[in-house]
Structure formats: structure tokens, C-alpha cells
């Protein structure tokens, strides 16, 4: 391999290879898990190529084939698993120069990967009067190829589920790592084959996504007597068809009076704390639902208005907010499954006590309300992180683990083998990303195996010399 001969190949690219940038521009969220930060800490790559348009992401990728470099696509870093970083060192391709609204018609936008949720977000209104179904609560920071290739749900999941419910992505346009590459528009069941892959198996250069009304959006914080009423609100306000919402969260007591700075004050000690977003027209209907829980409203805004908008107090952005206060804190994040979610709930709150503080986000998962968990976690050693995940998951609570960097040992749970065969065509040297997909190294892997770098929150697992080999 020989990033050197890559650079001279292309001197009209803009490049970075200044060690610190290219440091800087190595890294994401990763240091939000104790695990991750003690694995990936020393990852960097040699160089940062920027193109600014398709045609350059091509040269760059047929050099590095030509080459035999490794190449890791990154939009804003703001991934939390270290999916954006170069675990074999190489180039890191930054794509955040491909920016451009390429059309708009009513309901659906087409745009280059690089552009900016916020940005993206601002066109869309102005000219389509619409907004994406639903984004991550780092809109003001992400890019939507990032948010595609590392994320999965977010602000507006409560009404449209998850990125792979058919529907919610129309089409990719996806550049092969070959050494002529070639660009391929994926549509329909095949948009599979590239979505949630940590740009293992080929670059997206342009997305197609429907959109939905663009509403006026009020923030609304309410609190109530402890968590299962305040989840019970969440889950009764997300079933309510009628109401159009965008969020339902909820934080145990405790969570909002010591970490979300600017409600402090505002909420009674001991109460459990309901975040929700809901169209302007329709907040007159919340105050007799939130009296049926129990529940008080105690503060309702329009979210433009807000400095810092409610959504980023949601999501792994609780986790962010907590983080600010308390460094010792870190996550899981998991599944509630229906009918037994509030039994569940109760019961590890029982179990652990203040060492796992609830956040729940609800949302609907193929037509059903269903309840995901991102508790915040005391961290005391990674033994015991992983017996925390080991005591919830034989309660019945899947912990989709945000304590590793792989795509099977994170959310997928098991081997997409849609993405591997895409992968054999599309990426045949293993040269994208290389490191994410256990599948590329290790075709027959199940959870149950236990091999090498890839094991999670052992006491033995290697340093950050030996995962980088
Ligand atoms: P990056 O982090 O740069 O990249 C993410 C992955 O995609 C990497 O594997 C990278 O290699 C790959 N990639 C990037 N661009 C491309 C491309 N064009 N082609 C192929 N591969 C590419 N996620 C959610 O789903 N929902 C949330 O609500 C949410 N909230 C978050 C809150 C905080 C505070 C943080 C730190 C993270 C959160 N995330 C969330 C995770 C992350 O922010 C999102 O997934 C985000 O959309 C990633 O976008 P990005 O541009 O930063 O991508």
C-alpha cells in the first residue's frame, strides 16, 4: 500500500495531510464508550481527500485500488461507534464537499451525500414546503449520506419508523471501489445492499428521500409522578394517529434535574421527564392526555426559536448532555419488547437501581408502537458494563451494542449476507472501511463465536496496536 503514490497520482484533489487534521478528521463520537475509547483512541489514517464533486470521488477510488490503499468514507464524524474510523490507517474520504440539492418535486428531494440535514432541511421547506420523515438529533451537525451509511432512527420515528422500513429511502446512487469504478442506482429492496453498511460496500454519492409536510414544530417538556406514567403518556401520544408528532421521549427521575442544563430549576425534584415534539395546530390536545397519566406540562416552545432545540436532549444526544456533566456515564441501547415493555422497564429499574437511569424513545417499528431504550449507564469496568448487557438480555431486552464498532456486534445482531454478496461485487479487495464487517473476514461468524479483535468487553481484548494489524 502506498497513500504516497495515491497523493502524487492526484495533485489537483485537495488533500489534507497535516497529522493533526488528518488526526482530527480520523475520529467520530467513539469516546462516548469506555470500550471504544480504550480500543480505537490510537486510530488515524495517513491523508483526508476532499473532493468536490462524483468525479473526483471516482479517481480518488480507482487510485486506491490501483494502489492497494484503504479507503474509509466519513460525512461529519458524528457517528458514536467509530463507524467512520480507518482501523487500517490509508485515506480517509471526506464527502462533505458534495453538497448540492440536485431537485426537489412535492414530497421527495434528490441530493448529493455531503449536504447537511439543517441545510438540506432549509431547501426542502422553502421550496417543497417539506422536511425529511424523520433525522438523527444531530441534524444541526450530520450529513444525510452519513446519517444513511451509520444511522438508523431518530426525530420523527414515531410516526415513520426506521430508516430500513421500505419507503424511507428511495434510491442510492453508490460508486464501486474497483479499478474502474462504476456507479450504480440502487432502488427499491436493493437500496438494502448499501444502507446501514458503514460505507463498507461502496460510496454513496446521492440519495433520493421522500419527505413529509413541514410542520411548525413545538417543543414540549412535561413532567410527571415516575417513569412508567410518563411512558405510558409517550406511547399513548404515539399511538394517537390524529395527533401529528414528531418525538416522544422520556427521562427517569433525576436525568433532566441534573443534566439538561437549561430546564434546571424548571422541573419538581423527583419527577420523571416527558420530551415531545408536536405540530402547532395540535398542542391544544396534549394537556387532557398528559392529565390522564398524571402528567403537567411545564414548558412548550416553538423548536426554531430555541437556542438549543428540544430534539438535542433526545436520543444519543441525552447521552451527550449527561456526558457534559458526568464523565463516568455511558449508554446501551435496546428494546423494550410490547406487551411486557413497562413490566420490563420496572423490573430492571429494580434490578439496577440508580447505576441504569431510563431514557426511553418510543416509535413505531412496521405499523407497531414499540419502545427503545438508550439508558444512561455509571460506568465502573467494562466486566461490569458487560454483565449489565448480559442481565438485560436475559430479562428480554436485545441490547443492540454500542460498545463495539462492527456492524454484526452493533444493531444487525447477525450477518446481512445481502451486504456481504454486494460487497464481494462491489468492494472485491476489502479495501472500503475495512474492519466493520465481520462477515468480509469471517463468513460463518454468529454472536456465539468468539474470536479475535471483533469480541466485545473482554477482559483479554487486545490493545490498540493489535486491532490495528
Ligand atoms: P459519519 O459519522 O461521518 O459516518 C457514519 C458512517 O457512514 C461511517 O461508517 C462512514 O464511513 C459512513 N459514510 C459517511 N458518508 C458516507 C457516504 N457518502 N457513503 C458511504 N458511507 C458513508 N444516529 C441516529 O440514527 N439517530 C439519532 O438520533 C442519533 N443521534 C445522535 C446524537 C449524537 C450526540 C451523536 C454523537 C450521534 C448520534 N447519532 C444518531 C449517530 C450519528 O450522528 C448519525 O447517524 C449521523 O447521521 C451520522 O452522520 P455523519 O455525517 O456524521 O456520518
Redesign the pocket.
Known amino acids: 500500500m502506498s497513500v504516497q503514490a495515491v497523493l502524487a497520482e492526484l495533485p489537483a484533489i485537495d488533500w489534507i495531510t497535516d497529522p493533526a487534521l488528518v488526526r482530527q478528521r480520523s475520529r ?2 467513539f469516546w ?1 464508550s469506555p470500550v471504544l475509547k480504550r480500543q480505537l483512541n490510537g486510530v488515524t489514517a495517513e491523508a483526508v481527500a476532499c473532493p468536490r464533486d462524483e468525479a473526483e470521488v471516482i479517481a480518488i477510488m480507482a487510485a486506491c485500488v490501483k494502489h492497494q490503499v484503504p479507503l ?9 461507534y467509530g ?2 474510523m480507518p482501523l487500517k490507517g490509508g485515506i480517509v474520504l471526506d ?1 462533505m464537499g458534495l453538497n448540492r440539492v440536485i431537485w426537489t418535486k412535492p414530497g421527495v428531494v434528490r441530493a448529493q ?1 455531503g449536504i447537511k440535514l439543517i441545510e438540506l432541511d432549509a431547501i426542502t421547506r422553502r421550496e417543497v414546503r417539506g422536511e425529511l420523515r424523520f433525522h ?3 441534524k444541526r451537525t ?2 444525510l ?3 444513511i ?6 426525530i420523527g420515528s414515531c410516526t415513520y419508523g426506521k430508516l430500513r422500513e421500505p419507503g424511507n429511502i428511495l434510491g442510492l446512487r453508490v460508486v464501486t471501489m474497483e479499478a474502474q469504478p462504476r456507479v450504480l442506482e440502487l432502488r427499491g429492496a436493493e437500496i438494502d445492499k448499501a444502507n446501514h453498511a ?2 463498507t460496500n461502496g ?2 454519492t446521492e440519495l433520493e428521500m421522500p419527505l413529509a409536510p413541514a410542520w411548525d414544530w413545538i417543543d414540549v417538556l412535561s413532567e410527571f409522578p415516575d417513569t412508567i406514567s410518563a411512558a405510558r403518556f409517550s406511547e399513548a401520544l404515539v399511538a394517537s394517529d390524529g395527533i401529528v408528532k414528531k418525538m416522544a421521549g422520556v427521562v427517569a427521575p433525576g436525568v433532566a434535574q441534573r443534566y439538561f442544563k437549561p430546564f434546571l430549576g424548571m422541573l419538581v425534584p423527583g419527577t420523571a421527564t416527558s420530551l415531545a415534539m408536536v405540530a402547532e395546530p395540535f398542542l391544544e390536545l396534549l394537556p387532557p392526555l398528559l392529565a390522564r397519566f398524571g402528567g403537567r406540562q411545564v414548558h412548550a416552545a416553538p423548536t426554531e426559536a430555541a437556542e438549543t432545540p428540544l430534539y438535542e436532549f433526545t ?3 441525552t447521552t ?1 448532555q449527561a456526558l457534559k456533566v458526568d464523565r463516568s456515564l455511558t449508554y446501551l441501547q435496546s428494546l423494550f419488547p410490547a406487551p411486557h415493555h413497562f413490566d420490563l422497564i420496572a423490573k430492571m429499574d429494580a434490578l439496577f437501581g440508580d447505576e441504569v437511569m431510563q431514557h426511553l424513545e418510543f416509535v413505531r417499528l412496521g405499523g407497531v408502537v414499540s419502545c427503545f431504550g438508550l439508558q444512561l449507564v455509571r460506568f465502573t469496568t467494562e466486566e461490569r458494563l458487560a454483565e449489565i448487557i448480559r442481565i438485560h438480555e436475559e430479562a428480554g431486552v436485545p441490547v443492540f451494542n454500542p460498545h463495539a464498532f462492527t456492524l454484526e456486534e452493533g444493531g444487525m445482531k447477525r450477518i446481512d449476507s445481502e451486504q456481504l454478496d454486494f460487497k464481494r461485487i462491489a468492494d472485491p479487495n476489502g479495501l472500503l ?1 475495512p474492519g466493520k464487517m465481520i462477515a468480509w473476514d469471517d463468513p460463518d461468524w454468529t454472536p456465539e463465536r468468539k474470536r479475535g479483535f471483533y469480541l466485545y468487553g473482554q477482559a483479554d481484548a487486545p490493545a490498540v496496536e493489535e486491532v490495528l494489524e
Do not use: E, K
Open positions: 467520530d463520537f462516548y474509509t468514507p466519513r460525512g461529519a464524524g458524528t457517528g458514536n463507524q467512520a464527502l451525500a438523527p438529533s444531530t450530520a450529513s449520506g452519513g446519517f451509511a451509520g444511522g438508523s432512527s431518530g458503514y460505507g460510496v454513496i436520543w444519543n444526544h451527550l472501511n
